[in-house]
């Protein structure tokens, strides 16, 4: 039974571009929430999805987006680029009623 | 927001020494959960404990809600335990969405 799966493990982009990171959920589970981790940081909550709708908004502009699809899969957003948002993104999957499991996370550095 | 704080941010141990580390939360949480984060950034689950308390083999936890703390003990620590220990939380009607605090960084040496 596969986990939560991230790609691209690791991703370079210039300041001012776009990025997309995606994620399948553990198998079963219906809800995707998307945090970053800067270094030496705790993760911080960006957002979290469930039937296809964003359910709860953390303190991001509106640079960051996202989507889920029917079949549960999720995409994170994040548009102009800046310098600052060099960091891990980690998903995490659960029923909407609990019980996380995070995947491995993206790797992004904007140069 | 609630604000959550661990301590000691950084934890140096001898193997075979037991540690304790500590997360405190400003406000009643409906969910907590310890996670261990590997050098490649994977975080696992340790514990979901949001009161009371439990124990995994060499890992336990307790959590005494009314007082606003939760702790984590190791104990007979293996190179293996080395990496970032989190304590999250969850405000009632959030829908999960989890608060974490800066981390306790485990070093285990031979």
């Known amino acids: 039974d596969a986990g939560v799966t991230q790609s691209p493990t690791h991703l370079i982009k210039t300041r001012g571009q776009q990025v997309t990171l995606r994620c399948s959920p553990k198998?079963?589970?219906?809800?995707v929430s998307w945090y970053q981790q800067a270094l030496g940081q705790g993760p911080q909550f960006i957002f979290q999805?469930?039937?296809?709708?964003?359910?709860q908004r953390g303190n991001f502009p509106d640079r960051f987006s996202g989507h889920q699809f029917p079949n549960y899969s999720s995409e994170l957003n994040v548009n102009a680029l800046l310098l600052g948002d060099s960091a891990l993104y980690l998903c995490?999957?659960?029923?909407?009623?609990?019980?996380?499991?995070f995947g491995s996370g993206t790797r992004l550095t904007v140069v | 927001g609630i604000q959550v704080e661990q301590s000691p941010p950084d934890l140096i141990l001898q193997e075979g020494a037991n540690s304790t580390l500590r997360c405190n939360f400003s406000?009643?949480?409906?969910?907590l959960q310890w996670f261990h984060q590997n050098p490649w950034g994977q975080l696992i689950n340790l514990f979901y404990?949001?009161?009371g308390t439990k124990q995994n083999g060499r890992l336990s936890a307790t959590t005494v809600a009314t007082e606003r703390y939760s702790l984590l003990y190791i104990s007979s620590s293996q190179t293996t335990d080395s990496g970032v220990y989190f304590c999250?939380?969850?405000?009632?009607?959030?829908?999960?969405?989890?608060?974490f605090g800066t981390g306790t960084s485990l070093t285990v040496i031979p």
């Open positions: 995490a999957s659960s029923f909407w009623t609990g019980g996380y499991t």
């Open positions: 198998s079963g589970h219906d809800t």
């Open positions: 999805y469930y039937e296809e709708e964003e359910r």
């Open positions: 406000d009643s949480v409906n969910n």
């Open positions: 404990i949001p009161s």
């Open positions: 999250a939380v969850a405000l009632p009607n959030t829908g999960n969405q989890f608060y």
